[in-house]
Antibody, heavy 120, light 110 residues
């Protein structure tokens, strides 16, 4: 069974940093492209970014609102994917989901999400 | 403002059929694969349909999808109260080089 478990959410002040981690199991992690998606309170889903497999170059893509502030990384030895968030803004407040994503860009598995609140 | 446009809400009676539209452009829907998601509040979203009309294991054939040009449609037949949820379309945008979602459609089963 595929499991994605996010951790690291919490309350952070504007301008601060936070690192989310996602522990994956139930599939061959090194073969999977991974992504992060968020949902702000009362809003829809928002695609944040993805990281390809090392075999496919390990490259990353980011949505415009987070580019330059957020960084996705992976550790295939630990089956984890992280989201480093810097220069956080109040509008980054959201539930953040760790997901697997295919080359066609469909998101086939989702974690339960972790809440990040950016407030003073 | 989402890159993909969905109606904010749709409604229909139990047993009836409903369709949810998703409108985009040649840089996204027109030249990429479309997927659909069901999101019940407090739970993780679920993939309903992908590669323009394939269903993951366990998703009933009441959920079907189609694509024509720069628009896509999700159809749900035999509506059940348990289908009440938010539905999202998603795809890749080749101009933005990012994934994109529609704004979501809230389905009410009256």
């Amino acid at each position: 069974e595929v499991q994605l478990v996010e951790s690291g959410g919490g309350l952070v002040k504007p301008g601060g940093s936070l690192r989310l981690s996602c522990a994956a199991s139930g599939f061959i992690f090194s073969n999977a492209w991974m992504s992060w998606v968020r949902q702000a309170p009362g809003k829809g889903l928002e695609w944040i970014g993805r990281i390809k497999t090392i075999t496919d170059g390990g490259t990353t893509d980011y949505a415009a609102p987070v580019k330059g502030r957020f960084t996705i990384s992976r550790d295939d030895s630990k089956n984890t994917v992280d989201l480093q968030m810097n220069s956080l803004k109040t509008e980054d407040t959201a539930v953040f989901y760790c997901t697997t994503i295919t080359w066609r860009s469909e998101i086939d598995y989702w974690g339960q999400g972790t809440l990040v609140t950016v407030a003073s | 403002q989402s890159v993909l446009t969905q109606p904010p809400s749709v409604s229909a009676a139990p047993g009836q059929k409903v369709t949810i539209s998703c409108s985009g452009s040649s840089s996204n829907i027109g030249n990429n694969y479309v997927s659909w998601y069901q999101h019940l509040p407090g739970t993780a979203p679920k993939l309903l349909n992908y590669d323009n009309n394939k269903r993951p294991s366990g998703i009933p054939d009441r959920f079907s999808a189609s694509k024509s040009g720069t628009s896509a449609t999700l159809g749900i037949t035999g509506l059940q109260t348990g289908d009440e949820a938010d539905y999202y379309c998603g795809t890749w945008d080749s101009s933005l080089s990012t994934g994109v979602f529609g704004g979501g459609t809230k389905l009410t089963v009256l």
